[in-house]
C-alpha cells in the first residue's frame, strides 16, 4: 500500500479528538510582540504507521516542538445542569498532555498532532519564515508558517496570577522528603514552568495549607515556619521562608500568597500547625482546635507580631496577600466573620483577601478584598477598585471560561478579553499541579486519572504534569491560558498607545459585540483576528 501523507497547519485553539476529521483550511501566519511566545499545530494524516522525523528551520531561535499526547478521562464534564458549550462530553481520550519531540517520532495510522511554540524574545522585529518538514526516511512533506514580529512589548501592568503550588503532591509523587536537597530542586523546576507562563504569585506554605482536606485528615506537611513552645509562648524560626523566598525570586516570582490562618469553608478549625514541645515535634492545633479559640487566637497575636517583623523586613509587606479561609459560603458567614475579625486586626494595613462568591461579604465589609468566581463576579463589578476572580470545577454553566479537557481552547483563552474590559486586576486557579483525589486522601497517576478520582472534571486540578527527571511536562491548557494573559497584555501596550476605550473598541467590534464573562462569539476566527486587529494597531501606532 503507498503510504499518503497529509500536512495541516492548525491555531494553538484547536483541538482534535480520536476521530476528528482535519478542516483544509490551513492556519498559516500570526503576528507577536518581541516579549510573547505563540504556538500553532501542525496535524500529520497517514494511512498507515511510519517512523519519522519533524524538523523546523528558520532564523528565528527558540522555537519548542512537542507531540500532542492523549489522556484518559473518567469524568470530562458535569453531566447535569452545564450549559452547551463543549467539544466532547463523553469520558474517553483528550489531547492534552505535551511531550518535547524525541529525534524520532512514531507517527500512527490516523491523524497525529505536532505543537510548535515561538518565543519572540531575542529576535528581531520583522517578517520571518518557518519551514516544517516530516520526513518518513525516503520522503520530505513540507509547511511554510510565516511570523511578523512586532518592534513592541506586552505590557503586564500590575496584573497578578496565583495557580496554587502543591509541592507536597510533588513529595508524594516523588517520593521525596520535606526541605531534602532533591525536594527543593524539584519544587525550583516546577515553579519556574509556573513563572515562565504567567503566574508571578506563589502560594507560600506558612503552616501547611488547609485546602481540600477531609474533616479529621491531613495532608502531609510543609510548613515553613519552624514553630517552638517555649515556657513564655512561642518561637519562630523563619529560615525554610527565607529559602523560599529566594528560590521563587530566581524564578521571578515577586508575590506571595500566604497560606490561609483557618480551615477551608467556614473558617471553623485551625490548620494544622506543628511545632517543637519539648523536643518532640507535634501537632499543636489542628481540627481539633475552634478556629476562635482563646488558644489559638494567641497563637495568632504572638505569631503576627514576628511574621510583620519579617515580612517589613524582607520588604515584601506590599507583596503579601494574607489569607482568612476559602471559599466560604452564606451559610457559613458566622464562623468567618469571626475570623476575619481578627485577622484583620492582626494584619492591619495587609492585602487580605479570599475566595468566595456572596456578595454579602463584601457588602457588610467582613472581607475587604473579594475574589468572586466568575459565574458571579458581575454583582462586584464596579464595586471594588481591587476586583479579581477566580473559577474551579463549579463554573461549568453560563458559558464561563474554565480550562477544562472538554472545553474548546476558545472558551479557555476568552478570559483575557474579558477580564480587560472589567478592570480586573488578578486571577487565582487552585490547582497547578494538584496529584491526590478530593480531600487529599490518596495520590493518583496524573497520566492515568485526570479527574481526582472522578470528582473533579478533567482539566481542573492540574495544568503539568510531573515527568521523571523532576520537571513538568506542560499541557496544552497551560500555554493557551498563557495565551490569555498575553492578550490582557497586548491590550495594555494598546491601550497605552490609542487609550483604553479605543483598544476595547477593537474587541468589541465598535459596539457591535457587549463582552461579558458570560456573552462573547463561540469562534475561533473571531478570537484570532481581533488579536491580529490588537497588534496592527499598535505597530500603526508606535
Not at 471553623?268 to 507535634?282: D, F, H, L
Request: with cysteine.
Amino acid at each position: 500500500m503507498e503510504r499518503n501523507i497529509k500536512l495541516t497547519l492548525l491555531s494553538s485553539l484547536e483541538k482534535l479528538y480520536n476521530g476528528d476529521s482535519v478542516t483544509d483550511c490551513d492556519y498559516s501566519s500570526f503576528s507577536i510582540l518581541k516579549n510573547e511566545k505563540k504556538s500553532f499545530q501542525l496535524a500529520v494524516e497517514t494511512n498507515e504507521d511510519f517512523e519519522g522525523t519533524v524538523s523546523v528551520s528558520s532564523d528565528l531561535d527558540n522555537i519548542r516542538i512537542y507531540s500532542v499526547e492523549m489522556i484518559k478521562s473518567d469524568f470530562p464534564m458535569v453531566k447535569n445542569g452545564c450549559d452547551d458549550y463543549f467539544r466532547i462530553s463523553d469520558d474517553g481520550y483528550y489531547p492534552d498532555l505535551l511531550l518535547p519531540l524525541s529525534e524520532i517520532y512514531s507517527f500512527k495510522k490516523g491523524t497525529n498532532v505536532i505543537w510548535i511554540e515561538i518565543d519572540a524574545n531575542g529576535n528581531c522585529a520583522g517578517e520571518h519564515k518557518v519551514d516544517i518538514a516530516v520526513s518518513d526516511g525516503e520522503n520530505s512533506f513540507n509547511k511554510e508558517f510565516n511570523v511578523e514580529i512586532i518592534n513592541a512589548e506586552l505590557n503586564f501592568k500590575d496584573f497578578l496570577y496565583t495557580c496554587w503550588f502543591h509541592t507536597d503532591c510533588l513529595m508524594s509523587y516523588y517520593g521525596i522528603e520535606a526541605f531534602s536537597e532533591e525536594y527543593w530542586r524539584i519544587t525550583e523546576n516546577f515553579l519556574k514552568t509556573a513563572r515562565e507562563y504567567g503566574m508571578n504569585c506563589v502560594l507560600t506554605p506558612l503552616f501547611t495549607p488547609p485546602l481540600d482536606t477531609e474533616i479529621g485528615g491531613e495532608r502531609p506537611t510543609v510548613q515553613l515556619v519552624d514553630v517552638t513552645v517555649t515556657n513564655n509562648g512561642y518561637s519562630f524560626n523563619f529560615d525554610k521562608l527565607t529559602r523560599w523566598i529566594e528560590m521563587a525570586k530566581r524564578c521571578g516570582v515577586e508575590h506571595f500568597e500566604l497560606s490561609h490562618f483557618f480551615t477551608q469553608w467556614g473558617a471553623r478549625c485551625a490548620p494544622k500547625i506543628m511545632a517543637s514541645v519539648n523536643g518532640e515535634y507535634k501537632m499543636i492545633f489542628g481540627w481539633q482546635t475552634k478556629a476562635t479559640s482563646k488558644e489559638y487566637t494567641e497563637f495568632l497575636k504572638a505569631f503576627s507580631v514576628e511574621l510583620k517583623k519579617y515580612l517589613e523586613a524582607m520588604q515584601l509587606k506590599d507583596k503579601v496577600l494574607i489569607h482568612v479561609s476559602d471559599e466560604p459560603n452564606f451559610s457559613m458567614i458566622l464562623p468567618y466573620s469571626k475570623a476575619s475579625k481578627i485577622i484583620h486586626k492582626l494584619f492591619k494595613g495587609y492585602k487580605i483577601v479570599d475566595a468566595l462568591s456572596d456578595y454579602h461579604f463584601y457588602k457588610w465589609k467582613i472581607v475587604t478584598n473579594p475574589i468572586p468566581a466568575s459565574d458571579a463576579i458581575e454583582k462586584f463589578i464596579g464595586k471594588t477598585d481591587n476586583l479579581w476572580t477566580y473559577y474551579c470545577s463549579s463554573q461549568h454553566k453560563k458559558y464561563v471560561s474554565n480550562r477544562f479537557f472538554c472545553n474548546s481552547g476558545l472558551r479557555t483563552r476568552v478570559l483575557g478579553y474579558q477580564m480587560f474590559k472589567y478592570d480586573v486586576k488578578g486571577f487565582l486557579h487552585w490547582g497547578y499541579n494538584f496529584y491526590y483525589t478530593q480531600y487529599s486522601k490518596a495520590l493518583v497517576d496524573p497520566y492515568k486519572v485526570s479527574d481526582a478520582g472522578g470528582k473533579f472534571p478533567s482539566g481542573d486540578s492540574y495544568v503539568v504534569y510531573p515527568a521523571k527527571d523532576g520537571t513538568p511536562y506542560h499541557s496544552t491548557r497551560l500555554k493557551v491560558f498563557f495565551d490569555a494573559l498575553q492578550d490582557i497584555a497586548a491590550l495594555n501596550t494598546l491601550s497605552s498607545l490609542i487609550g483604553k476605550d479605543k483598544a476595547l473598541d477593537i474587541v468589541e467590534e465598535n459596539g457591535a459585540l457587549n463582552i461579558t464573562f458570560s456573552n462573547y462569539p463561540h469562534n475561533d476566527e473571531w478570537l484570532l483576528a481581533t488579536r491580529e486587529k490588537v497588534n496592527a494597531e499598535i505597530k500603526k501606532n508606535l
